[in-house]
Structure formats: structure tokens, C-alpha cells
Antibody, heavy 119, light 107 residues
Framework: QVQLQESGPGLVKPSETLSLTCTVSGGSIKSYYWSWIRQPPGKGLEWIGYIYYSGSTDYNPSLKSRLTISIDTSKSQFSLKLSSVTAADTAIYYC?????????????WGQGTLVTVSS | DIQMTQSPSSLSASVGDRVTITCRASQGISNYLAWYQQKPGKVPKLLIY???TSQSGVPSRFSGSGSGTDFTLTINSLQPEDVAIYYC?????????FGGGTKVEIK
């Protein structure tokens, strides 16, 4: 059973960089796409971006200028960096596995981590 | 970008009722449409992809239909454990986009 676990600071100051890591266990990180999705408290879901195990990425255009997603297959981890954060970036951040290259839906999710942007 | 609009935004129905949720795309997306269930305080769960293909383990009372711009999620015989917010998601091309959600409650 594939498991994903997000880790990183729960509080980030405005204008700083939000950094999160997702650790994959119970299955291989190879041959899949891996994604970040966020959900502001009490609101809906927003796709952030995804990365293939080879390192190729695709980002939400609304976040692209501030976003970097990277992967370390040797550690079975992928990471998110979002720069110049504001209160609007406060959300639960989920990492998820993409079902397949042709079916970009999310079949396994981490438990989510709440990141609050505040001074 | 293609927008996904769900209706209604919330509904209340009795146990055993048939419930239908609609998702409309602003442009045609063929059958590249998925449905998720998010129970209170929980992680979203994939129910259906390719508009009508059920994910493994999903109860048979959940079904999806549609193609192009109009899609539906149907819950036959609503159960108390189906209380949740349901989201559609299009995936024909990036950016992947979710609908605003439909909150289902028991009357």
C-alpha cells in the first residue's frame, strides 16, 4: 500500500519561501507522476503542479512564477518550494500520486499539512 | 483556462434517496473527468475517473456519466456515511482544475 507523508514548517512568514517535502513509502517513486494540491481552510481544492520521476514538471500557471517542484528518487521524496508567500497561500498542502501518465487523477494522498502564512 | 462549475453547491437528502450532482466544463473535455469524495476532516478520495470508471473498492451505489461538457455523479440510495463534499476534476490538459464542490448532507 502506497503511503505519502508531508513534512515541513507549519508557519511561514510573509514574503518568505514555503518548503515542503513528501516522502513516498510502500511503493516505487519511479514510473509515476507526483503532485502537490492545496486547500485553503474551508475552501476547495487547487492543483499546484506535478513532477515525473525523471524530473520533468508542469505547474499551475497561477503559481508558476513562484514555484519549484523537485524530486530525489534515491530518497523517494519530492519537494515543493513556493516563494514570496502571502496570507493567500495559507492552506492544507497535500502531496498525491498521479494514477498514470494518461490519467492525471490522484489515487493516493498524504494526510495533508496545514501551512499558515503569518508574521 | 477551462472552468469547472458544480451544482448544486449543497443539498440535503434522506437516507435511501437518489442524489445527483452536476459538473459542467466551460469547454469540451471529452471524458477526462474525475470525481472525489472528501468526508469532514479527511483526505479527498478518488471515486470515479474517465467520467464513468469506478475506482477499485468504491461502493456500487456511486456512478458517473457524461461526456464533453456535462457530467453527473449519482449516488443511488444515499447512506449516512456518504455525508461529504464531492468535487469534480478535469484532466484533459493542464492546468488540472477542480469544481467548487457540492456538500451532501442527510435530511
Amino acid at each position: 500500500q502506497v503511503q505519502l507523508q508531508e513534512s515541513g514548517p507549519g508557519l511561514v512568514k510573509p514574503s518568505e519561501t514555503l518548503s515542503l517535502t513528501c516522502t513516498v513509502s510502500g511503493g516505487s517513486i519511479k514510473s509515476y507522476y507526483w503532485s502537490w494540491i492545496r486547500q485553503p481552510p474551508g475552501k476547495g481544492l487547487e492543483w499546484i503542479g506535478y513532477i515525473y520521476y525523471s524530473g520533468s514538471t508542469d505547474y499551475n500557471p497561477s503559481l508558476k512564477s513562484r514555484l519549484t517542484i523537485s524530486i530525489d528518487t534515491s530518497k523517494s521524496q519530492f519537494s515543493l518550494k513556493l516563494s514570496s508567500v502571502t496570507a493567500a497561500d495559507t492552506a492544507i498542502y497535500y502531496c498525491a500520486r498521479v494514477f498514470s501518465g494518461w490519467t492525471s487523477v490522484f489515487d493516493y494522498w498524504g494526510q495533508g499539512t496545514l501551512v499558515t502564512v503569518s508574521s | 483556462d477551462i472552468q469547472m462549475t458544480q451544482s448544486p453547491s449543497s443539498l440535503s437528502a434522506s437516507v435511501g434517496d437518489r442524489v445527483t450532482i452536476t459538473c459542467r466544463a466551460s469547454q469540451g473535455i471529452s471524458n477526462y473527468l474525475a470525481w472525489y469524495q472528501q468526508k469532514p476532516g479527511k483526505v479527498p478520495k478518488l471515486l470515479i475517473y474517465a467520467a464513468s470508471t469506478s475506482q477499485s473498492g468504491v461502493p456500487s451505489r456511486f456512478s458517473g456519466s457524461g461526456s464533453g461538457t456535462d457530467f453527473t455523479l449519482t449516488i443511488n440510495s444515499l447512506q449516512p456515511e456518504d455525508v461529504a463534499i464531492y468535487y469534480c476534476q478535469k484532466y484533459n490538459s493542464a492546468p488540472l482544475t477542480f469544481g467548487g464542490g457540492t456538500k451532501v448532507e442527510i435530511k
